[in-house]
């Protein structure tokens, strides 16, 4: 069994662009996705995806090589995506939608854009828990939202919970993203649904009392303001930690896995489902149980140093660096059923 067996199975368990800033393979991508509704189910599908296309292109690129059927992609964020599937309908030239986080993979589902999976091949590769329950799509890759902290100023054993950050001990010490991001969202929406609104919201004030400045854009202004002394410990996802580390190597900074007494790592998803009206259903299955299984799968999650979906195969050997840990196991579809709640909770905190 491998570091990521354990880590999420422990109880059994192209482009759709603005006016400007198009570059000529985006621009080839967007006028060649309306000819896909046509083409043959043999020959062409179209990806509208939220995932940054340098980390999707070279895997359809691969699966064109291997099969012979080209992929057509559209990048944008989440939100417009979603909105031109709606306003396409049964026209739409979509066969697939992937994005990031499962608060937005719930959303789609929500609004009908989705259709069944039908997948034996899914469902045995990827766990519960991180599929939805209704079987409209289907992780692709697993992130944790993990505390970081300042090596040279905090000792790992001063660590412990997420819940903790929120001690007075961390006052004037802690440095957060956003709660305008889905991220942080889907975080405390997860805490909600296990320690109830109440004390979720307790701790997300305790958050709030304790932040050294004003929340950041991202999470790698949180990484260098604690490199920089600006604060000693944040919250973010492993991958802006790796991404640094790459350009950064002698960064004082390591990563810490919380709650592994009780509950476990928020972990979060990318992930993807068949399009409401897809023109091409079967080859939209296909490529999903491609991306799904096997070298697909390490080749998708080492690209922007994430952790495979399918726990039966191995991180890349940066991400295996960091060690492992228990994940909290709750269905990932939490995040985007309490998402609301979990909005409104933070604004009744003070947290921005």
Known sequence: MNMFS??????????FLSACGKSGTDAASEK??????????KGQITVYTARKEHLIKPLFERYTAETGIEIRYITDKE?????????????????????VDAGNLWQAEERGLFQPLNSDVIS??????????NDMWAALS???????????????????????????????R???????????????????????????EEVVRGWVANLATDPMSNDTAVLKAIAAGQCDVGIVNTYYFGRLKQEQPDLNLALFW?????????????????????????????????LA??????????????????PSVQPSEEVQSWGSFKADQVSVEKAGSLQTEAVKLMDRAGYR
């Open 79 to 99: 939100g417009p995506l979603m909105a031109r599937l709606e306003a396409e309908g049964e026209t739409s030239p979509a066969d697939i939608l992937m994005t």
């Open 124 to 133: 045995k590769a990827i766990p519960a828990n991180l599929r939805s329950g």
């Open 6 to 15: 354990r880590l999420l199975l422990p109880a059994a368990a192209a482009v």
């Open 142 to 172: 697993v992130r944790a939202r993990t505390i970081v902290y300042a090596t040279d100023r905090v000792k790992p054993e001063e660590l412990s919970t997420y819940e903790a950050l929120a001690d007075e001990g961390w006052k004037g």
């Open 258 to 290: 919380p709650n592994q007494e009780d509950r476990g790592v928020h972990v979060n998803v990318s992930g993807a489902g068949i399009t409401a009206h897809a023109k091409h259903p079967q080859a939209a299955r296909a490529l999903l149980e491609w």
């Open 293 to 310: 299984s096997g070298e697909a799968q390490a080749q998708f999650a080492a690209v922007n140093q994430e952790y495979p979906a399918n």
């Open 32 to 41: 060649a996705a309306p000819e896909a509704a046509g083409s043959d189910e």
């Open 174 to 200: 802690l440095c957060l993203r956003t709660s305008k991001k889905v991220y942080n969202q889907s975080l405390v929406a997860t805490m909600m649904d296990t320690l109830g609104a109440d004390k979720a």
